[in-house]
Structure formats: structure tokens, C-alpha cells
């Protein structure tokens, strides 16, 4: 999947399916992705790049079980009774960002 942003559900979703990711940052915003910090998807800062980027990640997926899963445990799935507050502040958080 190509995108230039990992807050799509669709690219969590491909995530989990073992789908390789590249995220185009062609205008460097300042805002470092988690899919980019964990590891899980390739960063493509040019559209030359491009090509390059889909050949290594069919060749080399970069989402690997450990990867995915311990994006799973730290992002997404917590049974500790505090999903709604986790969602609140993200949006939030969200809010913030866009202004």
C-alpha cells in the first residue's frame, strides 16, 4: 500500500494482514509516523524514490510477526478498562495537531 499517512484505518488494517507499506513524505511536515518508528513501513522522501521503494518492499517486507505484534500490544489492544480514555486523548491529541 502506498499512502501518505498511517492514520488511515486502512493502513492498519494492511498492516496486520502483512500488506508492505510505503509512506510518501514528499513535504517533510514535522510529524514522525509510528508506522516509520516502529519499523513497519518505508519512508519515500521523493517521488524518484518510488520504483526503488515498491521493488525492496515486495522483496523485503519490512512487517514482521514480532513488529506487528508488539504494534498490536502497544497501540491497539489493551485490557485494562481504559480504551475510551485512550481514544478521547488521541482525538484530542488529533485536534491539537491540525491547528
Do not use: H, W
Amino acid at each position: 500500500i502506498i499512502t501518505f499517512t498511517s492514520s488511515s484505518s486502512s493502513v492498519v488494517y494492511s498492516m496486520l494482514a502483512g500488506v508492505p507499506i510505503i509512506i510518501c513524505n514528499f513535504v517533510d511536515l514535522g510529524k514522525r509516523e509510528k508506522f516509520l518508528e516502529k519499523g513497519l513501513a518505508y519512508e519515500c522522501r521523493t517521488p524518484d524514490e518510488l520504483i526503488l521503494l515498491i521493488r525492496k518492499a515486495i522483496n523485503e517486507n519490512p512487517i514482521t510477526k514480532e513488529k506487528r505484534d508488539q504494534y498490536v500490544k502497544e497501540f491497539l489492544y489493551r485490557d485494562d478498562g481504559k480504551a475510551a480514555q485512550r481514544i478521547c486523548d488521541t482525538i484530542l491529541t488529533m485536534i491539537s495537531q491540525t491547528k
